[in-house]
């Protein structure tokens, strides 16, 4: 691996060194323009040698096939929904003890991803503030009545 790296190098800086030689010795008009697309396409055919001596452009992705990507994407996007319904779900909260004059309340949700592509709400978890703890059960009730799962609360 580290002799065919090698190998590119000394032919990569070998075509830039002619193509330069090149590009400095065409004549003026419109063979310099020809000479130096001729160059440059030299030098194109130099740096991309090693994608086709494995094959083609195919063969330098192909650790990269849909049935490899497919289910890391699926599990990021999972994290991505997970997190946007647990910060959902935490807000709706919070408004709704705002909505009851509550101020502070520390919010958890843990969610799950379940086989089939679904989310199960692990936790769900209310920590009142200081004062609030005499209407913890009547919070907890509401809570669980509006959202339609069970919402621990603690004062």
């Known amino acids: ?3 065919s790296l090698q190998s590119w190098a000394v032919s990569l ?3 830039a060194l002619a193509g330069g030689l090149v590009w400095l010795l065409s004549p003026k008009g419109s063979v310099q323009k020809s000479l130096r697309t001729v160059a440059a396409v030299f030098l194109l055919c130099a740096v991309l040698q090693p994608v086709f001596q494995m094959g083609g452009i195919e063969d330098l992705f192909a650790g990269y096939s849909q049935e490899v990507l497919q289910p890391q994407l699926e599990a990021e996007s999972m994290k991505q929904v997970q997190a946007a319904l647990e910060a959902e779900l935490e807000a ?3 408004t709704l003890l705002a909505e009851q004059g509550i101020a502070g309340a520390q919010t958890e949700i843990q969610t799950v991803p379940v ?3 679904g ?3 692990q936790t769900a ?3 009142l503030p200081a004062g609030f703890a005499d209407k913890a059960a009547d919070i ?3 809570l669980t009545d509006k ?3 069970e919402i621990e609360v603690v004062g």
């Open 115 to 117: 086989t089939g592509g």
């Open 92 to 94: 709706q909260i919070g």
């Open 1 to 3: 691996m580290l002799e």
């Open 125 to 127: 978890r209310v920590v």
């Open 147 to 149: 959202f339609g799962f």
């Open 119 to 121: 989310i199960s709400i």
């Open 13 to 15: 800086a070998l075509a």
């Open 140 to 142: 907890e009730a509401a």
